[in-house]
């Protein structure tokens, strides 16, 4: 196989080459595998909790409708990058379009800190539904749920789009190959002969706002369930809200982790090898989605009654 072209330095970048595991090529052999069985995880996942949870009435609720969104918004972060990392391990497909690299910037950026907001709206349900339990249906409503989604929307939507605008008003003369196997906004602006240090700013001030603030009030809404249950006397009552509050803080922790693991890697990037981020990134967008209709789902009783109605339902009518 021939190898790539760089662009000479008077060329006009028109595409990118993702150039994935430079340091370490065998990682592409040994992750394509499991790569793919977490991709078809997640995405078999989501799709049957989307689907029970639009075809079975008695899940037309609240809680449900943001286990919906939460679905959503994994099934496109993964779609967004997944098959293209697996393109580029199996057929090495790595040219990508100007236009396509910056589309799939502004989904990373926008739709990852959506995902935040919408662990931070479920956080505040729990909270609702086991410190204040008589006030829940008059807060929690269809109405609650829907001006949930447009504040997740318009505040992730509008304050991440200055990035991928930024990145792509930069001007790119130079070198075209992102070590990376994604267009991360940093991978990709330092490649311009710009001056990034306003979009590196902007980033950095925004992910911390955002993912932080998010964060910090989920951790405030679990202490406040954890001191309501500790104050509950029946001991069911107790075991049940730990239960599931303990599963949906696992991984909004793990959510957290991972990320607090990829900027302080990145920061050390001396003490660590390159492909660590890179590798941190990949996974990042696919671990989350694979888990969080099995925790969020599958462990909920009723999302569990309503597979097993569509199973039946979907037996007897062969019959």
């Not at 370490?24 to 997640?42: D, R, V």
Request: include cysteine.
């Amino acid at each position: 196989m021939l190898p790539y072209r760089n662009i000479s330095f008077s060329t006009e970048v028109s595409e990118f080459l993702l150039n994935c595991f430079v340091r370490s090529p065998s990682w592409q052999l040994w992750l394509s595998l499991p790569l793919s069985l977490l991709f078809l995880l997640a995405m078999g996942a989501n799709s049957t909790l989307l689907i029970t949870i639009w075809l079975e009435a008695s899940l037309h609720e609240p809680m449900y409708y943001l286990l919906s969104l939460l679905s959503l918004l994994d099934m496109v972060l993964c779609l967004t990058v997944i098959p293209r990392v697996l393109a580029i391990f199996w057929f090495d497909l790595r040219p990508i379009s100007f236009s396509a690299c910056f589309l799939q910037m502004f989904i990373m950026n926008s739709f990852l800190p959506m995902e935040s907001c919408t662990f931070l709206v479920m956080a505040y349900d729990r909270y609702v539904a086991i410190c204040k339990p008589l006030h829940y249906p008059s807060i929690i409503t269809d109405q609650f749920v829907t001006r949930a989604l447009v504040f997740i929307l318009a505040r992730n939507t509008f304050l991440t789009a200055p990035i991928p605008i930024l990145s792509a008003r930069l001007h790119y003369c130079g070198k075209n190959i992102i070590e990376n196997c994604i267009c991360a906004n940093l991978s990709v602006s330092k490649l311009s002969c710009g001056n990034i240090t306003l979009s590196k700013i902007y980033q950095l001030i925004l992910a911390w706002t955002l993912l932080g603030s998010d964060l910090i009030l989920i951790f405030l809404s679990y202490i406040f369930i954890l001191q309501a249950v500790l104050r509950l006397h029946t001991k069911g009552a107790a075991a049940k809200a730990l239960s599931t509050c303990g599963s949906h803080f696992i991984l909004i922790l793990f959510f957290s982790t991972i990320l607090l693991v990829f900027v302080f890697t990145h920061l050390a990037k001396k003490k660590v090898s390159p492909d660590i981020p890179v590798l941190l990134n990949v996974l990042h967008h696919v671990i989350p989605a694979a888990l969080n209709p099995i925790v969020y789902g599958v462990r909920t009783q009723e999302i569990k009654q309503g597979i097993w109605k569509l199973l039946r339902k979907g037996s007897d009518s062969r019959r």
